[in-house]
C-alpha cells in the first residue's frame, strides 16, 4: 500500500514540513490547510498525512480519517463563512479534474449562482451502467 511520502508530491511535502501551507486542522492522520487558489473565502484541503494518489488506491482507514476531519472542517467554515451552501469535492484521475496526485478533498463554500461548473444539468433517469450489475450483485447484502 503506498502510504510512504512520495518526494514528488507538493502535499506529501507539506506533511513533512518542506512546503508551507496556511494549517487549520492536523491529527495523527490527517491535515486541513487552505488552497492555494481559492473559489470562495474558506476553500481548503483535507489530506490524509500518507501517501495515496486516488480514492482507488487509498487504504480504508486513511479515507475514514480523511471523510472526518473533512465533516469536523466543513462544519467550521460553514459556521465562520456562512456560505450558501458547501460541497465535498474529491477528484479521481485528469478527467475528474485531479490536478494535485495526493488523495484530497476539497472543502469549498459556495455562493448562489455563482456559476461553478460543478453543477451540471439534473436530467432525470437513471443509467446504470450494464458492466457494474455483478459488482453490485457480489457486494449487496
Ligand atoms: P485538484 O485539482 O487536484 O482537485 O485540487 C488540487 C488543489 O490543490 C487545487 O485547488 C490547488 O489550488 C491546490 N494546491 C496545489 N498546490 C498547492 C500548494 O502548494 N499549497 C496549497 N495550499 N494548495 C495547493
Ligand atoms: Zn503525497
Known amino acids: 500500500m503506498p502510504t510512504e511520502a512520495d518526494t514528488n508530491c507538493i502535499f506529501c511535502k507539506i506533511v ?82 485531479q490536478s494535485v496526485g495526493h488523495f484530497h478533498f476539497h472543502v469549498f463554500p459556495r455562493k448562489m449562482n455563482d456559476g461553478v461548473a460543478i453543477n451540471w444539468e439534473r436530467v432525470c433517469g437513471i443509467r446504470p451502467a450494464p458492466a457494474m450489475v455483478p459488482w453490485f450483485l457480489n457486494h449487496s447484502t
Not at 490547510?33 to 487509498?58: E, N, Q
Not at 487504504?59 to 458547501?86: F, H, M, N
Open 16 to 97: 513533512q514540513g518542506e512546503v508551507p501551507c496556511f494549517k487549520i486542522f492536523e491529527d495523527r492522520e490527517t491535515l486541513a490547510f487552505m488552497d492555494i487558489s481559492p473559489v470562495h473565502d474558506g476553500h481548503c484541503l483535507v489530506i490524509p498525512k500518507a501517501h495515496f494518489a486516488t480514492v482507488f488506491d487509498i487504504a480504508p482507514r486513511a479515507v475514514a480519517a480523511a471523510a472526518r476531519t473533512a465533516a469536523l472542517v466543513a462544519k467550521a467554515v460553514d459556521q465562520a463563512v456562512k456560505p450558501d451552501g458547501l460541497n465535498l469535492i474529491q477528484a479521481n484521475g485528469p478527467g475528474a479534474g
